[in-house]
């Protein structure tokens, strides 16, 4: 039985209302949008067509085209029709066409083809839903996967999760680490830069864009000021591109930088980020070790099992819940998750020689709780399987 995510079973609850909205759904590559799709066409209940936007000629006349093909399949079936449309952010004005034939249908109520759109960038995905289609829509934000679906569709193990990351895709590969490496960095990395972030605006240096994607990532879970990481950079122009690069690779579902907690917002938008890619599968595949090594190796390896809880983390934030990390002096607490208006100090602690500043931190702001994660007590392979706001 093939695995599905519980986003699956919500849309199909929407798609089963009389008056649907328009389903968005956006996120990263290879995170499983378009087998929600293939999963939700499987139903008796409806017919479903899908469209991918990616040919340069596809234009709105396009979309109102495979639309009223839409209708008339509806008519013709006596069926409720669902058309999905991928990649839907590269046509020029796609909102404003999705939003005059929802209204039309709507006014007239002559049909009532149900509206399913995907895009793999969320940035360019916002920019036509706030213009256009405000009331008209319900947004579905896909994340990277956890480990609890990873382990459950293909059995991996924890160690498995914080080295190989979680594209599904690439999971029957892990046996066979060179064509997995090859496949990250070919079909992954590069489709996204160059079919993703290079869209979403004019980018006066790729080259560089690219070196800020490949230096961030091997700094992942590490601390490092955008003028340190400035100063490996050829032809970058200052630390506001380096800073404006770094949010394009987070709306590519990428890399980010976690902020350092602080009551006041303005010091944690003046803080140096703590490099974190989305995905492990990132730091892994541009890494010159392999699993067997990497897992022997204390220091390395508790590097990658912060990364992986960083990911697991970011898999499940949302409006509800935000992620930080703190520090002062030589004290640091890896994470500090901040929900509503409480908030928790997370420590990882695999090597004996690393310094917490749990008990700084519980000074300074009296968090309403502590975990400290090590071989003894909580383990981390513990925590990835929880959702993060059970902890509070």
């Known amino acids: 039985m093939q695995f599905k995510r519980s986003v699956y079973y919500s849309l199909f609850q929407r798609l089963q209302e009389p008056n649907s909205f328009i389903q968005v759904i956006a996120g990263p590559r290879q995170v499983g949008k378009t087998t ?3 999963q939700l066409f499987q139903s008796d209940e409806w017919i479903g067509l899908y469209h991918v936007a990616d040919a340069i000629a596809h234009n709105t006349v396009w979309i109102e085209s495979i639309f009223n093909a839409a209708i008339l399949q509806e008519k013709l079936a006596d069926k409720p029709v669902v058309l999905a449309i991928d990649e839907i952010q590269k046509i020029d004005n796609w909102s404003e066409t999705i939003k005059r034939l929802y209204d039309e249908q709507k006014f007239k109520g002559i049909s009532n083809v149900k509206i399913i759109l995907l895009g793999s960038s969320n940035w360019l995905m916002q920019k036509g839903l706030s213009e256009s289609l405000a009331g008209r829509f319900e947004q579905w934000n896909i994340t990277h996967w956890t480990y609890s679906e990873l382990n459950k569709a293909f059995l991996i193990s924890p160690e498995e999760y914080a080295y190989f990351g979680a594209y599904p895709g690439a999971m029957e590969m892990i046996n066979d680490e060179d064509r997995w490496k090859n496949y990250i960095l070919s079909s992954l990395i590069e489709t996204v830069i160059t079919k993703d972030v290079l869209m979403m605006q004019r980018i006066d240096k790729p080259a560089v864009l690219r070196r800020v994607f490949e230096l961030g990532s091997s700094y992942s879970g590490q601390i490092l000021s955008y003028t340190k990481l400035l100063g490996q950079l050829q032809d970058a122009k200052n630390t506001t591109t380096v800073a404006h690069y770094l949010e394009l690779l987070t709306q590519a579902g990428l890399l980010t930088g976690l902020q350092k907690f602080a009551i006041d917002i303005a010091r944690k938008r003046g803080s140096s980020p ?3 890619v989305m995905n492990n599968a990132l730091l892994s595949a541009q890494s010159a070790g392999a699993f067997a090594s990497t897992i022997e190796e204390p220091q390395k390896w508790g590097r990658w099992v912060e990364s992986a809880i960083g990911c697991h983390f970011l898999a499940h934030q949302g409006n509800d819940l935000e ?19 409480q908030y928790i100090a997370i420590e990882v602690k695999l090597s004996r020689d690393k310094v917490t500043g749990l008990s700084q931190f519980a000074k300074a702001f009296k968090p309403s709780k502590m975990y400290q994660l090590s071989d003894q007590g909580l383990s981390w392979k513990e925590i990835i399987t929880l959702n993060p706001r059970d902890l509070f």
């Open 274 to 276: 703590k490099w974190q």
């Open 36 to 38: 929600i799709v293939q």
């Open 323 to 341: 992620i930080y990390y703190w520090n002062a002096s030589n004290a640091e607490v890896d994470f500090i998750l901040k929900k509503d208006q």
